[in-house]
């Protein structure tokens, strides 16, 4: 190998050094790290029997329940441990987005959420929502199964007044966007 650098400048010499040391350490060092025997899968919501998901939803009510841990003087307004990751979030926001740490801070948040929820006895991990499945058109979004009352998310909420088809005096609605139908309270409610 030395007789192929030779042919190099000093520093050139040097880098293609380095290059090949790390193309030998690297893939070293990766059968060095010990596979995931356990990965964790994050599941489309609808894909979550109905006991994982009334599960999922008694365990954020727990949260919800439970005293936060994060110190008044830094965030008054966290009254739970549910509010403590939406408060940490909120704090950090400036930090977090549009920088390298982002998927890593955000893995983290999500990692340590579902270690509180599976503390309040739900065994599954995080899971999301793929809405583009209910876009095909607005009822096919109303009718999502992710607003089902009992086992899901909850209809549209509590009575709210000033929509777009139901304007409240003195309450100003823009036009335009979704104007939800109907507020029918949610399984999230504590
Ligand atoms: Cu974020």
């Keep these: 190998m030395n007789n192929l650098i030779r042919f190099f400048s000093p520093p050139m010499a040097f880098c293609l050094k380095l290059l090949i040391l790390v193309s030998l350490v690297l893939p070293l060092h990766a ?106 058109s607005p009822e096919a979004f109303f009718n999502s199964p992710i607003f089902d009352a009992k086992t899901d998310f909850g209809g549209n909420g509590d009575w709210i007044p000033g929509n777009i088809t139901h304007p409240m005096e003195g309450i100003f609605v823009t036009s335009g966007g979704l104007d939800i139908p109907d507020r029918t309270g949610g399984a999230l409610q504590p």
């Design 31 to 136: 059968q060095l790290i010990p596979k995931c025997s356990k990965p964790t899968v994050r599941k489309e919501w609808r894909t979550l029997s109905v006991t994982e998901r009334l599960s999922y939803i008694s365990a954020v009510q727990c949260l919800l329940k439970k005293p936060a841990i994060t110190s008044k003087s830094d965030m008054p307004g966290v009254t739970n441990r549910f509010e403590d990751f939406l408060g940490t979030h909120i704090a950090q926001m400036e930090d977090i987005h549009f920088v390298g740490v982002f998927y890593p801070w955000h893995r983290l948040l999500l990692h340590a959420y579902e270690k509180e929820l599976q503390a309040c006895g739900y065994n599954g991990a995080q899971p999301y929502w793929d809405w583009t499945l209910d876009t095909s």
